[in-house]
Structures are given as C-alpha cells and as structure tokens.
C-alpha cells in the first residue's frame, strides 16, 4: 500500500472531535472521504492507521485486537484533550472498536456510528476452523474492496492474515457482552446487500444495545465498504447530522472558519432509497439472531482488551494459494 489517503490523518478544527476508525485488511484510505467531509464542516479529526495495517499483510499477523484497540484509545484521549465533545464512528472492524471504545469510555464520548459493523460470525468456518487453521495456514483470500460500484475501490490487503483474524473473533463476544452498558446515542447505517458481514450482526446490535437513542439507515445501494459506495453521501450527510445533534455543535460556528482543507496533512501512525427507522423497543423479534449465536461458543478463549495472546505459534509469511475467504 502506498499513498497519503492510506496514512494517518488529522486535522483541527472546532472544538467538536470525531475519531474515525478503520477495518480489518484495510487502511484510512477507505475512511479517507468521510474524514475530508467532517473536516470540511468544521470539526477536529482524527483517523489513525491501525497496527499492522496500511503495509502488508503478514505485518497484520504480529498484531491484535488489544494492539488496535490501544491505538484508537490513543487517539480518543488526544481528541478529548483538546475538544470539549467527542463522536467516535467506525466501519467493519472499526465498528467492533467503536463499541468497545463506547463500552470502556461512557464519559468521553457524546454519541457513537457504525457502519456494518462486525461482532459475530455464523460462519462454521470461522468459528470452529480458524482457531486451529491458523497455526497450519497464515492468509487465505482477502475480503476487501466490497463495493457495489465498479469505479471505486479500497486499498486493503489481497490476503486475510488469519492469526491477525482470529483475535478479532476472540474480541466478539467481549464486545458483544457489553452492548447492553452502552447508553450513549447510536447512529447505526447498513448495507441491505454485504458480502463480509452478515445482516444478523446490525441485527444484534439493535437487539442488545442498552441506548434508547438509536437510529437505524439502510444503505439500500452499497454493500460493504459502503464509506466508499454509492450511498457515501448518505454516510457523510447523516452523520454530520448526528454529530451536532448529539453534542449541541452550532453549524456556522463549526464551519465558518475551518473550511479550507488544504492544511490538512498526513500524520504518523502515533498521533494519530434510505430509510430512517428509529429503534425504542429493544426487544429482538423472532427474525433476529437465533439465540444459539447469541452466546459465545463455549469453547471460545476470550481476549483480554490489553495483552495478545503468548502462546500463539509464529507462523510463515506464505500464505495458501488456494484458500477461501473467512
């Protein structure tokens, strides 16, 4: 991967911050719109470069979900160092790390968004072979640039590292488990079509999250990286939207003297037809998630949120050549 759009990004604005966080194989590039737009209107941004991403992928398989989760906690201290308010958003993987953040920090962020997000898999797979395939084989195929329109595309890996993989499915049922502790307001936008991640992950969300503020949006054109798809505007427009409500930011007063992007400059990797249905009962329906996949597998080893796991195997840098996407 090369390029600015796949580095790290910041700019300063007023004195709303927004924490941007990208996916699993992917980088800020896929994100890289959204940011501009937020920085455009106004606000303070921050979209770091996860660990292990943005270079390539057997980099990827010396990182976890607690190496990720460290570097946008960073970034979420920084911002809320200089902004009296903060929104965290996420797409993919980001959005397992937007809710952990939201689980971990009630009292630094005024409202959360997701985009297709991910904190289960029904997949066999992946919730029986992987733990074990990863000692056997380090990638199979890759999984990004999901888009539904053909002159789009996101710079991410062309393997999945699937050690790097399976500590992001040891991190599900952490988060999963603390859904109901968040209370913040929730801006949830999903694809109807997503070939990565399964419709009964917005699904359990809706279900489990403890918020009585929560906005569903369909993105009826895109599918999974829809931050770089067809309904991106809808993404950018909405949550700009959501952003202010939640924390009372005035229009003008955030755009009118921070217009002008042409100062915005890569950082390092340190500093780093849609319908609107509004959720209040949280009650899941009969279609939602069966309740065998609400629980993690009991067999599952759950991650801890600080330390990766040591007792991991290292494993070679050729992947399989024939292998199928998780």
Same mark, same amino acid.
């Given at each position: 991967?090369?390029?600015?759009?796949?580095?790290?990004?910041?700019?300063?604005?007023?004195?709303?911050?927004?924490?941007?966080?990208?996916?699993?194989?992917?980088?800020?590039?896929?994100?890289?719109?959204?940011?501009?737009?937020?920085?455009?209107?106004?606000?303070?941004?921050?979209?770091?470069?996860?660990?292990?991403?943005?270079?390539?992928?057997?980099?990827?398989n010396?990182?976890?979900?607690?190496?990720?989760?460290?570097?946008?906690?960073?970034?979420?201290?920084?911002?809320?160092?200089?902004c009296?308010?903060?929104?965290?958003?996420?797409?993919?993987?980001?959005?397992?790390?937007?809710?952990?953040?939201?689980?971990?920090?009630? %009292?630094?962020?005024?409202?959360?968004?997701?985009?297709?997000?991910?904190?289960?898999?029904?997949?066999?797979?992946?919730?029986?072979?992987?733990?074990v395939?990863?000692?056997?084989?380090?990638?199979?195929?890759?999984?990004?640039?999901?888009?539904?329109?053909?002159a789009a595309?996101?710079d991410?890996y062309?393997?999945?590292?699937?050690?790097?993989?399976?500590?992001?499915?040891?991190?599900?049922?952490?988060v999963?488990?603390?859904?109901?502790?968040?209370?913040?307001?929730?801006?949830?936008?999903?694809?109807?079509?997503?070939?990565?991640?399964?419709?009964?992950?917005?699904?359990?969300?809706l279900?489990?999250?403890?918020?009585?503020?929560?906005? %569903?949006v369909?993105?009826?054109?895109?599918?999974?990286?829809?931050?770089?798809?067809?309904?991106?505007?809808?993404?950018?427009?909405?949550?700009?939207?959501?952003?202010?409500?939640?924390?009372?930011?005035?229009?003008?007063?955030e755009?009118?003297?921070?217009?002008?992007?042409?100062d915005?400059?890569?950082?390092?990797?340190?500093?780093?037809?849609?319908?609107?249905v509004?959720?209040?009962?949280?009650?899941p329906?009969?279609?939602?998630?069966?309740?065998?996949?609400?629980?993690?597998?009991?067999?599952?080893?759950?991650?801890?949120?600080?330390?990766?796991?040591?007792? %991991?195997?290292?494993?070679?840098?050729?992947?399989?050549?024939?292998?199928?996407?998780?």
């Open positions: 991967m090369s390029g600015d759009d796949a580095a790290a990004f910041a700019h300063d604005g007023g004195d709303v911050g927004v924490l941007l966080c990208h996916g699993f194989t992917g980088s800020p590039q896929s994100m890289r719109p959204w940011a501009d737009h937020l920085a455009a209107e106004g606000f303070t941004v921050r979209l770091p470069l996860l660990p292990g991403h943005g270079t390539r992928w057997q980099d990827a010396r990182t976890t979900f607690a190496d990720w989760l460290s570097a946008v906690t960073d970034s979420l201290a920084e911002l809320a160092g200089r009296s308010r903060v929104v965290v958003a996420g797409m993919s993987m980001g959005g397992t790390l937007t809710l952990r953040l939201a689980e971990l920090h009630p %009292e630094t962020i005024s409202g959360i968004v997701l985009v297709n997000p991910s904190i289960l898999s029904l997949r066999r797979d992946v919730k029986y072979l992987l733990p395939l990863k000692y056997l084989v380090p990638a199979q195929k890759g999984i990004a640039s999901d888009i539904a329109d053909p595309s996101e991410g062309d393997h999945t590292p699937l050690r790097a993989m399976d500590s992001l499915r040891r991190a599900w049922p952490v999963r488990a603390g859904l109901g502790s968040i209370t913040m307001p929730v801006l949830l936008l999903h694809s109807r079509v997503d070939h990565v991640v399964e419709p009964e992950n917005s699904a359990a969300v279900a489990e999250i403890g918020s009585s503020d929560v906005t %569903e369909w993105l009826e054109r895109s599918y999974h990286v829809a931050t770089l798809d067809y309904d991106k505007q809808e993404i950018f427009e909405r949550s700009v939207e959501f952003v202010r409500r939640v924390t009372g930011a005035c229009a003008a007063a755009s009118s003297a921070f217009r002008g992007a042409a915005d400059a890569p950082v390092s990797d340190r500093a780093p037809d849609s319908a609107e509004p959720v209040s009962d949280r009650a329906d009969s279609a939602e998630v069966p309740v065998s996949d609400r629980a993690p597998d009991s067999a599952e080893t759950p991650v801890s949120d600080r330390a990766p796991d040591s007792a %991991e195997a290292p494993v070679s840098d050729e992947a399989a050549p024939e292998a199928a996407a998780p």
